[in-house]
Antibody, heavy 119, light 108 residues
Framework: QVQLQESGPGLVKPSETLSLTCSVS?????????WGWIRQPPGKGLEWIGS???????YYNPSLQSRVTISVDTSKNQFSLNLSSVTAADTAVYYC????????????WGQGTLVTVSS | EIVMTQSPATLSVSPGERATLSCRAS??????LAWYQQKPGQAPRLLIY???TRATNIPARFSGSGSGTEFTLTISSLQSEDSAVYYC??????????FGGGTKVEIK
């Protein structure tokens, strides 16, 4: 059974870089699928950030593309998110999820981690 | 970017009754639509993909229909555990992948 777990700092200062890692268990990232990040500001809806394939090819939300980098480490069965130049608007629960390759829906999801941007 | 609009924002339904949730796309997404359920403090869970195919272990009381720009999620006989926010997501034209704003289902 595939399980995903996000980890990283819960507090980031404005203008700094938010960095999160998603650890995958029960499935090898190298075996296929895309792997993605989605965020949810407190009390609001869901926003797709971007997705990465095990080969390293990426797709990003154009609204965030200039600030986002997603990378994969197949040796650790992990993938990571970097979001630069953060502001309070980037405060959200960040989820990682497996993304189906041809038809990209998300299943399963990690439990999510709250990242607050504040000085 | 395809904009997904869900209605109503909140739906109050008695146990055992039918709940009907709507999702509209700003342009055709064919049948490339998924539905998710999110309970308070939890991650979203996939319910439906391909507009009408139930995901693994999803109860038969959940059904999806529609194509093009109009979609419906129906909960045939609402249970107390179905109290949640439901989101639709299109994957026809991307990036970006886009979600609707959600419908909150309350138990009356």
């Amino acid at each position: 059974q595939v399980q995903l777990q996000e980890s990283g700092p819960g507090l980031v200062k404005p203008s700094e870089t938010l960095s999160l890692t998603c650890s995958v268990s029960g499935y090898s990232i190298s075996s296929g699928y895309y792997w993605g990040w989605i965020r949810q500001p407190p009390g609001k809806g869901l926003e797709w950030i971007g997705s990465i394939y095990e080969s390293g090819s990426t797709y990003y939300n154009p609204s965030l593309q200039s600030r986002v980098t997603i990378s994969v480490d197949t040796s650790k069965n992990q993938f990571s998110l970097n979001l630069s130049s953060v502001t309070a608007a980037d405060t959200a629960v960040y989820y990682c999820a497996r993304v189906f390759t041809v038809d990209p829906w998300f299943d399963p999801w990690g439990q999510g981690t709250l990242v607050t941007v504040s000085s | 970017e395809i904009v997904m609009t869900q209605s109503p924002a909140t739906l109050s339904v008695s146990p055992g009754e039918r709940a009907t949730l709507s999702c509209r796309a700003s342009q055709s997404v064919s049948s490339n639509l998924a539905w998710y359920q999110q309970k308070p403090g939890q991650a979203p869970r996939l319910l439906i993909y391909g507009a009408s195919t139930r995901a693994t272990n999803i109860p038969a009381r959940f059904s999806g229909s529609g194509s093009g720009t109009e979609f419906t999620l129906t909960i045939s006989s609402l249970q107390s555990e179905d109290s949640a926010v439901y989101y639709c997501q299109q994957y026809n034209n991307w990036p970006p992948l886009t979600f609707g704003g959600g419908t909150k289902v309350e138990i009356k």
